[in-house]
Each structure stands twice: as C-alpha cells, then as structure tokens.
C-alpha cells in the first residue's frame, strides 16, 4: 500500500506565494511521474505541472512562469512553489504519484488535497 499526503495549502493574498509539498510513503520501488492538479469549484479537476522522474517538467498555460514544479528522489517527494498567485488559484490541490510498487505492477496515487485560497 502507498500513502500519499500533501501539506502547504492556506489562505494568500493576491501576488504572494505559498509552497505546496507531498510526500508519498509505502510500499515503493520506484516513483515515475508526479504531478501536481487543482480543482475549482464547479470545475473539472486539471493538471497544472509534472515532473518525470529525470526531471523534464511541463506546466499548464495558466500557471507557466509563476509556478514551479521540483521533486527530491530521495525523500520520495513533489514541490510546487507558487509565486505572483491570482484568485482564479483558488481551488484544492492533489498530488498524484505513478508508482511501482512490485514487478509490473503500477499504479496512480492520490493525495488527500490541500486548499489554497488567493484572496485580500
């Protein structure tokens, strides 16, 4: 079993920053992809940043140049540290993790999700 917990959401105001963490624990082998995704009320959940294992990252047009996606190997662990944050930022956040937990078995994990709202 894989645990996956995030921690770092709160209350900004608009332009601060706020620096979301994740940590996945368990029964682990080795961690692929990991992403960060958000969901706003009435929205469908999106994938805003992810970071392969070698560290290529990719972001969502929304968040690109404000927000930034880093992941320690060692520990297990995603980052995203969110500058220049909006409003429309306001929704909760989930980590998701691809993980190999035994030979050929993979699998996507999920967080609890964290709040962050942007809001003076």
């Known amino acids: 079993q894989v645990q996956v917990v995030e921690s770092g959401g709160g209350l900004v105001q608009p332009g601060g920053s706020l620096k979301l963490s994740c940590a996945a624990s368990?029964?682990?082998?080795?961690?692929?992809?990991m992403g960060w995704y958000r969901q706003a009320p009435g929205k469908q959940r999106e994938l805003i940043a992810s970071i392969t294992s070698g560290g290529s990252t990719k972001y969502a047009d929304s968040v690109k140049g404000r927000f930034t996606i880093s992941r320690d190997n060692a520990k297990n662990s995603v980052y995203l540290q969110m500058n220049s944050l909006k409003p429309e930022d306001t929704a909760v956040y989930y980590c998701?993790?691809?993980?190999?937990?035994?030979?050929?078995?993979?699998?996507?994990?999920w967080g609890q999700g964290t709040q962050v709202t942007v809001s003076s």
């Open positions: 368990g029964s682990i082998l080795s961690i692929y992809d």
């Open positions: 998701n993790t691809r993980v190999l937990s035994g030979p050929f078995t993979i699998n996507d994990y």
